[in-house]
């Protein structure tokens, strides 16, 4: 077929490729999930509804769906990627569960622990400031967070730490589907912040995975 | 002259028209304000370089100039608007002050005492939590915020009183000249925060004295 | 569960936490009704649809459904909030009248007055100097409007109280789904403006009873 | 020379050709200006600085320069367009004015009479309904206005004849040079306004024009 | 009920009130049909669908429907606007056609003769020079045309009289709904063009039959 | 030093690594010519003020400085690329010249013949059909067009070559600085046109040497 | 009809007029290609449904429908344009694949070779280096990417050859449908890299195939 | 003074507050500085001018000046940060020297060995294979670059270790100040890659430093 599965990317690049699942038909899943069982890699298909899901299953019994994130897990990483370190997944409101969930997803389908904090936006501080413990003794941070954005910010001034923002497309108006979230986090007044897509959840735990296993 | 100064505008709208002074001629400036000296107003002038300053400074001997505000007052009112109100004026950094100065200088035109709370940007949480007290005694809280202008949903969420937010166009890059500080505010997601335009701190003052004067 | 109702915002805020249906599962709405009935709250659900209100009916049979506004309310204040005071919410077109009910039936659950003005847009001048009376009675304007969004400047330069101008989504082409109407309202040339995000009805309404409760 | 002056245009589209000097070196406007000194036409430079007037001087002596619209007039029209008919030049500022003068030039350039309406603003709407008979007799109203441009909407509700709507460059912020202006006149509610380039007063006075002479 | 339908407009600007469908429901659209044909008015219904129709059709049994247009007209005006004067409609594609009928039925059902001039598009300029001798004879051309728009710009370099531009949302990448060919035509190089906002078929032939009607 | 001059690319691309001026000091760009002299390659500097051609004189007495261009030749290529083969290089006014001449020296500097047609824009299309036989004689046109850009459509649709399409930053207002024109080339309705950067003259000629060299 | 088909297309540019059948009924797709038959055209259809296929079959039987493409081809041009010359079809993923088969389709229809490498994004640099030689081998290169668009630069650098970029409106979030790529193959760094619009595949193949032609 | 310098940065967030100069008066910098010093900080000042310098120097004699990075240095950090590991420092161009500049200064300042690999954008991509081993040799990777900033996918996809892409606003027309960069950075296809605003060089390094720290 016309896919070229990146096969070398475990060894170039630290961790196997990762299958996006949006805008596949579910035989193309099917097929690039085969490739690699025969390989052995570890699989994860995200932005995948319940019926790629279900097709999937049919080759591999022991998938495993993970319906707020969205994602397909198949042989995941058995062994902890560092076993004192912790990722913290924190979002602002309940609204971007699903793009932290699929941050969290990745990053223990990699190996790695991930410490879940939810709902602790800026607009109620002392629900962020009651986990204060907690967030300084992850390793790193990653801060999902829609509307304005803000607590990017926030728990970038709190930590010593690297704080990796997700915006996500959560709001109405002038949030235009995230890009309000996405300015105020490349703004950010606290040092230590940086961003990736809207709704990007896979890319910040790839990215803190990489700062995690050295 | 072609200008029709809006003598009628005290009684309709509270307070006295004033006079934007930005791409106006410092003859201009100097013929509104004469025509406002003849009937008694309070007049103040914005976006004021020094040399308008000095114009004015021939027909009114009095005047005063705050060069961080930008401002010139001519005669302000010297009775309190209301004697136990505050109007609280916070800014996040200290290049976003000469805004909050308009702000302030505004209220202080129309009689109304201020309380200035400089430098408490959310980057440092502990410095604007210091000052709690002061922040819950405000009638009115004009937060004044650049980058990406967190501090108003943070301020929202700590106060029972409006706030109104003013981006300002401090910043580079993503900042888009305030663009970024804008839609934060616009999408905060604290309640009772409304948003005037960027850099607009004589318009939060106004809106805040209505908001005093009842 | 995940969520963290803010329980303790009505003591730092002055107002109940409100639950914004969209994008919440009925579940999800359902327990998050429940702990605040629990605890004898109001409550208000915004933008929620006919299932989500028969969801809630199950377990808050005295829910009222406010098709419009496409608000949920339970157990609203039955004290008034102040009784010699109005807020006048005022619409351009009968297109924005769904936006305006949402801050009306905000106000209303809440405890406040409300005076609905709709259909006063400035292409027939006429419709709202006719009710001048009525608008000027007002401590406080919401100004409701879509398309160009002039009526809130109009406005602002007849009356001598604060006016929150709510853009709408209302319109076609240029106007961006609101965004020509939001800047028209930033770049008002009447002072006492302040505005909130597009389709807010709700953010206008809570601002405004602060401004009310005093 | 490289420039072809399109000398047939006053025949194909009713008004000789006009030169626009923004860019134009001081020689390369001299140069055009006597290719059509010497064919008889009416000449109109716009956006021209004193220098370029200056230069214009020498070969043209009785060359006039308007100094608020930057205009140069040589040879203007002595016949009347049309002796019962007039352009209503509105504008909502003071800042506005320069614009209004490019359009109202422009006009008289071409022989035709202009009612000039200035700083009539809808933030204090009784300067403008003060001269609604003025407005009423216009055949075709011009509205300049800058900021959020809604003055183009009000008038086009007071009156039966078409209105040209000119956006300004003036405001600052969220003005972002005119685009908020050109918004708000787009999507006018009033029906029988049509807009053209943010400043362009030169084009709204040539359609004005093209409307009175049949 | 809420709508406050102004029956003075067409006193006031020339023609009637058109209702705007888009939006409104079909019990609204009778409602408003029904007070305006008790007072003898032509009625325009725009934006409305088959259902809409079919609704208004139980009222008004004479009731038309022009599907390409969608526009429900009800007794029209039948007194010729001006026997002389022909507006011109043209279009760039078979794709811009719903449009300009929104044009050409607006201006019919005001009493006005159309000239339709479809698919003229400047990829194959001998179709609209072909064309040149009608085009000339208009007093008003409405030029209708999405992607780049450019066809406004040839048309106003062809004839002595006004152009209207409307720019529509067909186009698909970088056209982003008509923003491309909008600003084409208010950046147009050729004089007497004055724009519409996008899709706005009624707006340009309402703006036209003012022109026409004198 | 820092920079890498790329050497290879002459061999890789076809044509050597030509000296963007803009922001490099005059001694980056003497270092660079210097680099390049010593490997005999032809060197072009574009975006070059006076004062630059100034210091590369004193390293390369032969340089030519083209001002229209502000482009920097040393050592051109005398070999004609292909010598029945033509470059036209079209402008639609006399302010997109010095675009189109960085077009046309960087052919030149390449051994390419050039035909010059300039000011030839719609709004007055005799202009441009007197000159269709020159236009269909080239192997490859360029057409450059600021404001609206509807120059690059009108010339695809009457010519069977490709057609670079070059939008300039001319204009004002809602041209955004080039914005407007590039937009209406990308949409462009004739087919065989693609479109490179704003005010891009080298990139349009490199390509169409390209074409032209086979 | 009101459809002018431009027959004499192929005469003046090359190639016939190709039908894009997106928001077109099924009638008028068939009414045009019954037309194009009648002059023994090619024909190809674009953005085409299978219901449109479907409607055209009855009319010609040997039509042919390439879905990935969405294209209907009757007649194909059987002569090859230049037996010695290639285009290559490059895609970043696999998702890009259906706008590259619209370019691959529209080229062999008009009778021109297409060598496809699916699938060689710069995340895994060795895939697309391991098809160096076919790609220096074409004569003109098509670069279809979404997301960040980043091998339209890196193939530049590579080939002597024109690349003719289009950006696809593949990806999400930031990608704001295309816009991000669209600006990356505008500024590429790589000169010879002309750009269409978001997902024009058969506008990149058309002016393709104008170079290959001669 | 107003300033509240955070001197529980370095505790709370592991590395000092750093002064950013741009819009602060050479007092305000003098002041923060004697602050610092007396604490004795390590000192920082970005964006500083030559002027700013000089008066830094009247109270810290030791200062140093680093003119391409515009950086103001006093007390660095002597003790290094962590000796095995090193940032790698890329750029695509010459011209973002300066942004990488910052970067570096900012680590060294905080005693973290840089290895600068400048000039090696994707348009000559032997240039960086050059130094993949340098590249892969680095615990993290800044890469900056302006234009369409495709490097940042390309090195994403060469090493195993967290990238940091930095956008700058070299480049013209539409990469829109730094805005092309911008979103091609946010859009990569390599995992990895997170980004900080445009230019800013101080953030990328301070987010590096933390990740090296541990
Ligand atoms: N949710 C996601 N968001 C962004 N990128 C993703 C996501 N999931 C997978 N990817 C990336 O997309 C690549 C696969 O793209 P493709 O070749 O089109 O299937 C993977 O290697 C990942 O780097
Ligand atoms: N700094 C300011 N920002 C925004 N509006 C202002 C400012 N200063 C004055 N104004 C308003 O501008 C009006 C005067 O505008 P003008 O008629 O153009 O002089 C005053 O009545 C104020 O409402
Ligand atoms: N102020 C103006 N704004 C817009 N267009 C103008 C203005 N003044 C002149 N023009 C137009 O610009 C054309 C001349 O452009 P050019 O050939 O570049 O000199 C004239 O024919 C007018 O149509
Ligand atoms: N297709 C249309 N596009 C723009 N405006 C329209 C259209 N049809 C009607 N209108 C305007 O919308 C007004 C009615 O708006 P509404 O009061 O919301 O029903 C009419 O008076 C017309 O001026
Ligand atoms: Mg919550
Ligand atoms: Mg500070
Ligand atoms: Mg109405
Ligand atoms: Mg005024
Ligand atoms: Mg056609
Ligand atoms: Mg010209
Ligand atoms: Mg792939
Ligand atoms: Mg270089």
């Known amino acids: ?40 890699s570890s699989i994860l298909g995200t932005r995948a509804s319940k019926d790629v899901y279900e097709g999937v299953l049919e080759i591999a019994p022991d998938a495993v769906y993970h319906a707020s994130a969205k994602c397909i897990v198949v042989n995941p990483k058995t062994q902890q990627l560092h076993p004192e370190r912790t990722i913290a997944v924190v979002t602002a409101g309940t609204s971007d569960i699903s793009v932290a969930e699929e941050a969290a997803v990745t990053a223990e389908t990699f190996g790695q622990k991930v410490d879940r904090i939810y709902d602790v936006g800026v607009a109620g501080l002392h629900r962020l400031l009651a ?16 509307m304005e954005g803000a607590l990017a910010s926030v ?6 730490r690297p704080v990796i923002a997700v915006p996500t497309s959560i709001g109405y108006g002038a949030s235009f589907n995230g890009l309000a979230a996405l300015l105020t986090m490349l703004n950010s007044c606290a040092s230590g912040v940086s961003v990736v897509n809207i709704d990007n959840g896979f890319g910040a735990a790839y990215t803190a995975c990489l700062m995690i296993k050295d």
Do not use: W
């Open 131 to 146: 986990q204060l413990d907690r967030l300084r003794k992850a390793h790193v941070v990653i801060v999902v967070a829609g």
């Open 1 to 40: 077929g016309y896919a070229k599965v990146d096969h070398h990317r475990e060894i170039r690049n630290g961790f196997p490729e990762v299958i996006y699942c949006e805008g596949k038909t579910i035989d193309q899943v099917k097929g690039i999930t085969l490739a690699m069982i025969q390989r052995g």
């Open 155 to 160: 728990v970038g001034g709190l930590v010593d």
